[in-house]
């Protein structure tokens, strides 16, 4: 017995619709808590109190991915809050690896764990200043050189031109991670899809100018969210 | 002097909105002529005698886009038609690559020329029946032997449901290989974008659907196309 995971919730199989994977088919683990408190969190409920989550070992985890999807996966995000809080995710990359199954985490890069080694995709994703808090570059030096380049990629949520500064200072601190700028969403209640759709284009449109007009970004990523352009602030899907 | 490349377009930067480097800040260079004439080609323009080329040495493409973008790229894509049919090519990717700029390709894989090797992004999409064309499977299976699975990914575009059973054929053939599914454009001049829009985004879902209910495909990657949700139809952006 490891000490249990505290899941929220276990779902798929979905898209991934951001980052270093966007697109790929993949299950979903949510993980509870979070040594962050930003400002627009999407997924807030991991830590304000709202969500309820189980205690789970990595089996009970995995018996509840093979019965949402019978012998239907070859890759599980896990996602949270910040699963870098929980050793018995070492556990849970091993089984799954064990099967064949690849695996992607995302974490804002502020709490090392060894079983990241083992992780498939990590994406770091260290959190501009519209977020409200400060990054610890020491923390993410360590990241970086700790794990493989082809393993690793940065991602920066951009809602302003102080948060686009800021993903620069990555870049130029790390240039030879591969960088994924990535829209921030405004309105995570929102239930009018529509206008979040147009909303969301426009500032991704605006984003990608800002990029492509910057002599000092040349090797990044510019991306959307595609499941908030598909179906909006809804969770689980 | 090689052989000149008859080039229709050189623009950017702009992203890539499709396929393995989806999102990527790159430079276009568009050649003509195509050995295909498929039934929905979005760049007939580069085949059926609309679209007027020039006969351009390597040197001028690469004055051209420095012309663009001054120090300001690092990523150049090559499509068409189909490049391959440009052995002048070669001397093109070796002068971007002795500049430390990265390169993509797209192309059909029905015609092989070596200096597909110093390409770093090569996207093979082997047309499906909705096309109209047939599929020389030997030849892919050289483009997929001979590449490195690092290099290399097989896209297919994916109008109806036999073309999805043609992508399951794709992947059965090659499993290891990265395989993008990708939503056909079924409107390529329609200048009404809302209507596009919604259009292409409820055909990105049924497409996920598929994907999702499938228990033979598991390690693949279903992709919109970016800027179609972002322009249309327009060309060169
Ligand atoms: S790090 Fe992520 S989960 Fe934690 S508060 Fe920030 S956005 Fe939310
Ligand atoms: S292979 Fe590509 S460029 Fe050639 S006809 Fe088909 S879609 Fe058009």
Redesign the pocket.
Known sequence: MVKPIPVLEVFGPTIQGEGMVIGQKTMFVRTGG?D???SW????F??DGTGKSEALQPEEIINRLDALAPSQYKHVTIS???PLLHQGIAQLIEQLNERGIKTAVET?GSLWQDWLLAVDDVTISP?PPS?G?KTDWDKLDYFIDTLEPSQLSLKVVVFDEIDYAYAKDVHKRYPTTSLYLQVGNEDTTTGDQNRLLTQLLDRYEQLINWTMEDTEMNYVRVLPQLHTLLWGNKRGV
Do not use: E, I, P, V
């Open positions: 979070c962050y408190r930003c969190c999407d997924s807030a991991t830590w949270g809050g910040n804002q959190k977020s808090m």
